[in-house]
């Protein structure tokens, strides 16, 4: 039921209620408050302290309009035990008239201490009789996040004529309330109803902190049928995926002409055990019709690539075109650059496409791609775009894949390859997630982890200098240049924005040039065109300049073995997750590796934890663990922008104990009340709900 159904809620109120993401009855009672009120008693005046938000009733003893700087109209109240001035700088008369002498007034403002006395300033207020001196407030007064020009008192109506039509029971049960399950819950087992009727309209003797921090039962309750609808929703999208048919991908009689063999013979290096295993579990999942959806889980290094490109020749040597996609053109061109040393010489054509492409380019690649000329498309987000259409797609790989949201991880399902068959799809990220998140985050994809590194690398000492010892580690670069190792400078800013990222390496950039005139140095950063970029990572990797100052657009993916050193300034301001990717680009090859944290002094012990982590593991799983308690999901997945963790109640961390019962009530659903998956997806996730082939 859309919102405008409340009396008193028109066009112009339901548009600032979008806002907030509220568009039905249901999304009102879903929006929880932010704090609560205490208006359910009545605090003698002379207990009043600063800071204390009350109700307290008194007789006024004089009201005067002042004009000192600001006009303003000052209000004195008794009540026999104490007396408080009220204050008002926006009055009109007759407000005044309402404040005259020997009127008893009840009002709700917070206490502040005053020039001479206790003030409130623009408190509520309200005449009362003497005979009402009883009536307050019944339970605790909602404070709900709001948005410009929608005041609390309006939401607080909006969510009464929405709990009223909970009321009329328009709102069903939906977990299994009968069942044994639902008992074993405990303490939590309560109704919807009432769960939304104690977060909204909380009985004044509630513990405020614990419904406030989510631990009350009826926050869990509410969080725990949301997780359980957002996982039915995964599983749907997955459900709805086994529907289809995908090409099946088997090994061809001739073991001659086996384009995998082929590939792996030609390495000049033995795979490891851990790549083995995922490219058996790829071949395997491929081998039949259902489309594959697996994720690749593997810490910086791991060698993943190796593995995307063991599938893309199983996919190819089947007649089949394979598409392979990363969020930003250099980790993009890098893939160009890997997959055309590995599949050219097996005469394999590597098509290219990315955002800003010649018109001519462009049309080449595209064509070439559709006639089926292309077999392998290396490219960014542009391989999403409409006009871009495959001859026989049968394998899609999707790097860093964190970074896209489940919609494009969707769309590009759709890129079908006609006759009713849809690739396979293969994800990668190098940032491992905790188990409990993946549940959660990936319930609609298989997980594969490559948890063994290629032999021989060596661990990367870590060590965290304070940025008045500066001087020292632009020695240590200077050591390791001339040792004839190169070096990683990485700029780092909190501000988002680019323009200033730029100028911090800039003058980075100055700075080291000045101290060691004798070096090359290149420079990448957000506001290159892709071509500098690409052409000073490419100076830098083919060993043409020693030092590379960049901005965290190197994060993820580079590969220059050569490397052993690498600078992180501002390293406090950086996620975990994040250092360990920064840090991984060294250590890639066999020379011993560290990093430097260059952090500012004064440091706080939450920061200084953080470096600890740092220091003490490599362990990107680990760390990633850490992340998580620290920093919260969100950022870990890197899904702000996409809201594919958007929750409006649940919490990951907070609410980590309730994700086993969540899957296990939702296999429950599954089985034995497929009909409730329609409405509780609908119920929470709206029209935000994933939905297979309908992006
Ligand atoms: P990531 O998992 O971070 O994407 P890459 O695929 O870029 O890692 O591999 C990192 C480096 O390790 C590359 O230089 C790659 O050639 C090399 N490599 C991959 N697999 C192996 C292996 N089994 N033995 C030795 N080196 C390997
Ligand atoms: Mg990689």
Redesign the pocket.
């Known amino acids: 039921m859309p919102v405008t159904r409340i009396a008193g809620v028109g066009p112009k109120l339901a548009e600032k209620l979008m806002r907030l993401r509220i568009r039905t009855i249901q999304d009102v009672l879903f929006h929880l408050p932010l704090r609560y009120q205490d208006r359910t008693r009545e605090v003698p005046i002379g207990d009043l302290l600063p800071g204390m938000e009350v109700v307290c009733t008194g007789t006024v003893e004089s009201t005067e309009v002042l004009f000192r700087r600001r006009r303003s109209m000052v209000c004195t109240i008794s009540d026999g035990t104490g007396s408080i001035r009220l204050r008002f700088f926006h009055f009109n008369n007759q407000q005044r008239e309402k404040l005259s002498e020997g009127t008893r007034i009840r009002c709700f403002g917070e206490v502040r201490r005053g020039p001479s006395s206790m003030e409130m300033v623009h408190p509520e207020f309200q005449s009362v009789r003497a005979s009402d001196a009883a009536l307050v407030a019944e339970t605790l007064t909602p404070i709900y996040p709001v948005t410009e020009g929608l005041h609390q008192l309006s939401m607080r109506k909006i969510t009464s004529a929405a709990l009223e039509y909970l009321d009329k029971s328009t709102l069903p049960e939906l977990l299994p309330s009968s069942t044994d399950l639902f008992q074993q819950l405990g303490e939590i087992s309560i109704s919807l109803r009432e769960a939304l009727l104690i977060v909204h309209r909380p009985p004044p003797e509630i513990s405020v902190d614990a419904l406030l921090e989510g631990f009350h039962p009826a926050v869990q309750r509410l969080a725990l049928e949301e997780l359980v609808a957002h996982r039915l929703s995964v599983q749907r999208v997955r459900q709805q995926a086994r529907q289809l048919k995908a090409p099946e991908i088997v090994r061809p009689a001739d073991a001659a002409n086996d384009m995998r063999d082929q590939l792996i013979a030609a390495?000049p290096?033995?795979?490891?055990g851990a790549?083995q295993r995922v490219i058996d579990e790829i071949a395997a999942d491929m081998a039949t019709a259902e489309p594959m959806l697996r994720l690749i889980q593997?810490?910086?290094?791991?060698?993943?690539?190796?593995v995307a490109a063991a599938a893309a020749a199983m996919v190819v040597g089947a007649g089949y075109q394979v598409a392979i996609m990363a969020p930003t053109e250099i980790l993009a061109e890098q893939h160009l650059l890997?997959f055309t040393n590995c599949f050219e010489p097996l005469g394999l054509k590597i098509g290219w496409l990315k955002g800003k492409l010649g018109a001519r380019q462009r049309r080449d690649s595209i064509e070439s791609i559709a006639l089926g000329q292309t077999h392998i498309a290396v490219g960014t987000h542009a391989l999403f775009q409409h006009d871009v259409e495959f001859h026989k797609l049968g394998l899609t790989i999707v790097?860093e894949q964190h970074r896209f949201g489940v919609h494009q991880r969707l769309s590009l399902r759709e890129k079908g390859v006609g006759d009713g068959l849809v690739p396979h799809q293969l994800t990668?990220t190098?940032t491992p997630i905790p188990r409990t998140l993946a549940m959660t985050a990936y319930a609609d994809l298989d997980c594969s982890v490559?948890d063994e590194l290629?032999?021989?690398r060596q661990q990367i000492s870590t060590v965290a200098i304070p940025d008045n010892r500066r001087e020292e580690v632009i020695d240590r670069v200077a050591a390791a240049i001339a040792d004839g190792r190169q070096v990683y400078w990485v700029c780092t800013l909190i501000e988002e924005s680019e323009v200033l990222q730029a100028r911090a390496a800039e003058g980075t950039m100055l700075e080291l040039t000045e101290r060691m005139p004798d070096v090359a140095i290149s420079l990448v950063h957000g506001r290159m065109n892709s071509l500098e970029k690409e052409q000073a990572m490419m100076k830098f990797k083919d060993n043409q300049t020693q030092l590379l100052v960049a901005t965290t657009v190197i994060e993820v993916?580079v590969?220059v073995?050569n490397a052993s050193l690498i600078i992180i300034e501002n390293a406090e301001r950086l996620g975990l997750s994040q250092l360990h990717q920064l840090r991984?680009r060294v250590g890639?090859g066999s020379v011993q590796s560290s990093c430097v944290l260059i952090y500012e002094n004064g440091l706080s012990q939450r920061a200084r934890d953080r470096i600890g982590i740092m220091r003490e593991t490599n362990d990107g799983f680990a760390i990633a663990e850490k992340d998580l308690e620290l920093r919260g999901a969100g950022e870990l997945l890197g899904t702000r922008q996409t809201g594919a963790m958007n929750f409006r109640i649940a919490d990951i961390m907070r609410d980590k104990k309730l994700l086993t019962r969540a899957k296990t009530i939702s296999e429950q659903i599954q089985r034995q009340q497929p009909d409730f998956i329609a409405p509780l997806v609908k119920r929470w996730m709206g029209d935000e709900a994933p939905e297979y082939g309908n992006v």
């Open positions: 390495l290096f033995a795979l490891t790549q593997g810490d910086v290094g791991s060698g993943k690539t190796m890997s790097d990668m190098a490559i290629p032999p021989g993916g590969d073995p991984g890639r």
